[in-house]
């Protein structure tokens, strides 16, 4: 599965220095800034194409966490090689293992992504942001949250004007979603649990809710109202989806994890040889890679047809 999310967005030019101090509000907080970032550390893979698309991807100077190739196009993937990386280490659900004083020493003057050891409660004065889902501000998911996403980021690198052409173009990719690749099937969004580890699905407030419906799927987890919980294999069994999507962070043989739960054998899915392994990041949490998420899923749907 190779896809090149940040050709998707629009090619700016360099952001300019900007002295003027203002804030940003993230997760129930005003993120104040006393200039326009120059020094950004990303935690999370989330915002690469959103900051190559506003033309700001070179004020990273380094990366920690799970950046696959497949996100991105090769001159952005070329880019993050250039960058420096502090960790690649995940724990079993996925989230970043790193140090503070690793993060610190790249002198910062903005952290993306959130971690045990980096997060608002310790980054002291360095302004961070997190993503929306992650916090619990999408109660509701849908498309507008990518939006959101987009302006977010436009706001925090000073940038403000260039969100709407990459929201624009965007907007033009989700109305072009087929409805009826997935007409009449149910699907279920997890992440599994490796070496018999929590296995999770995925409702109401995730991402998997818009690209569901995008899809014509029906999200047999619609109905719960968490973005993210913990499922047992009876009631997965129970759901019996007609497809399964196992969103990971590289984790192998991530789909075995899934089609090895007791009773497994006996979901629709897993009958017909529709689990389908996908990234974490091209459905959650919102972002431009979720559109892209979203496009992968209705191709290789329409190629199972």
């Known amino acids: 599965m190779t896809l090149a999310a940040a050709t998707l967005l629009c090619s700016c030019a360099p952001a300019p220095h900007s002295e003027a101090a203002y804030t940003v509000g993230n997760c129930g907080r005003e993120?104040?800034?006393?200039?326009?970032?120059?020094?950004v550390v990303l935690q999370d893979s989330t915002a690469v194409a959103t900051l190559d698309g506003l033309g700001v991807l070179d004020k990273v100077v380094a990366k920690a966490g799970f950046f696959p190739p497949e996100y991105f196009t090769d001159a952005v993937n070329a880019q993050l090689d250039a960058i420096a990386s502090l960790s690649d280490r995940l724990n079993s659900t996925g989230h970043i293992q790193i140090t503070k004083e690793a993060v610190m020493a790249?002198?910062?003057?903005?952290?993306?992504?959130?971690?045990?050891?980096?997060?608002?409660?310790?980054?002291?004065?360095v302004p961070i942001l997190s993503e929306p889902g992650f916090c619990g501000e999408i109660t509701s998911a849908s498309w507008a949250d990518v939006d959101a996403h987009i302006?977010?980021?436009?706001?925090?690198?000073?940038?403000?004007?260039r969100a709407g052409a990459v929201k624009e173009g965007v907007d033009t990719r989700v109305a072009q979603l087929d409805a009826s690749v997935g007409s009449g099937r149910?699907?279920?969004f997890v992440y599994p649990g490796v070496e018999g580890g929590t296995t999770y699905g995925y409702g109401a407030a995730s991402m998997a809710a818009p690209v569901s419906e995008s899809l014509g799927l029906r999200n047999v987890f619609a109905d719960v109202s968490e973005r993210v919980f913990e499922i047992s294999a009876e009631q997965l069994v129970a759901?019996?989806?007609?497809?399964?999507?196992?969103?990971?962070?590289?984790?192998?043989?991530?789909?075995?994890?899934?089609?090895?739960?007791?009773?497994?054998?006996?979901?629709?899915?897993?009958?017909?040889?529709?689990?389908?392994?996908?990234?974490?990041?091209?459905?959650?949490?919102?972002?431009?890679?979720?559109?892209?998420?979203?496009?992968?899923?209705?191709?290789?749907?329409?190629?199972?047809?």
Do not use: C, W
């Open 239 to 305: 759901a019996n989806p007609d497809v399964i999507v196992v969103l990971n962070s590289g984790e192998d043989n991530a789909a075995g994890a899934v089609t090895s739960l007791p009773g497994a054998d006996s979901i629709a899915a897993v009958r017909s040889g529709e689990v389908i392994p996908m990234y974490l990041s091209f459905v959650e949490p919102a972002s431009p890679l979720s559109v892209a998420g979203a496009e992968e899923l209705q191709r290789v749907l329409e190629l199972k047809s």
């Open 186 to 188: 149910s699907v279920a």
């Open 106 to 125: 790249e002198n910062p003057d903005l952290i993306i992504g959130y971690s045990d050891t980096v997060n608002p409660q310790t980054a002291g004065e």
């Open 31 to 39: 993120v104040a800034f006393t200039h326009a970032p120059e020094r």
């Open 151 to 161: 302006d977010l980021y436009a706001r925090a690198m000073g940038v403000p004007e």
